[in-house]
């Protein structure tokens, strides 16, 4: 089972920025897509960003396009979501995946394995 580890959540202000990162174990070789995901309380788990691990064809949510930035470190099996301009809209449980496919629109239903999750608060 791949495992994935999370980091970089915390509390913002509007207009700041966050760094989340996401390592997993060496088996995501087997996985063609890494992402991130969001939920909200009372929310449906939402696609963010999703990046193909093997050419680095990117997915955005129109939410964050522009603000958000997803990236990869092939080597680490580790990818990062850059998260500039947070909203408080933007406030959420954000979870890091894998999945074999990357779906247009992004789907959980994909989804192979889940980080625990890391909370990001933006409010002022």
């Known amino acids: 089972q791949v495992q994935l580890a999370e980091s970089g959540g915390g509390s913002v202000l509007p207009g700041g920025s966050l760094r989340l990162s996401c390592t997993a174990s060496?088996?995501?070789?087997?996985?063609?897509?890494m992402g991130w995901f969001r939920q909200a309380p009372g929310m449906e788990r939402e696609g963010v960003a999703a990046i193909y691990t093997s050419g680095d064809k990117i997915l955005y949510a129109d939410s964050v396009k522009g603000r958000f930035t997803i990236s990869q470190d092939k080597t680490k099996n580790t990818i990062f979501l850059q998260m500039n301009s947070l909203q408080p809209e933007d406030t959420a449980m954000y979870y890091c995946?894998?999945?074999?496919?990357?779906?247009?629109?992004?789907?959980?239903?994909?989804?192979?394995?889940w980080g625990q999750g890391t909370q990001v608060t933006v409010s002022s």
């Open positions: 995946a894998v999945s074999s496919y990357c779906p247009t629109p992004l789907s959980a239903r994909v989804v192979t394995y």
């Open positions: 060496e088996d995501t070789y087997r996985q063609k897509c």
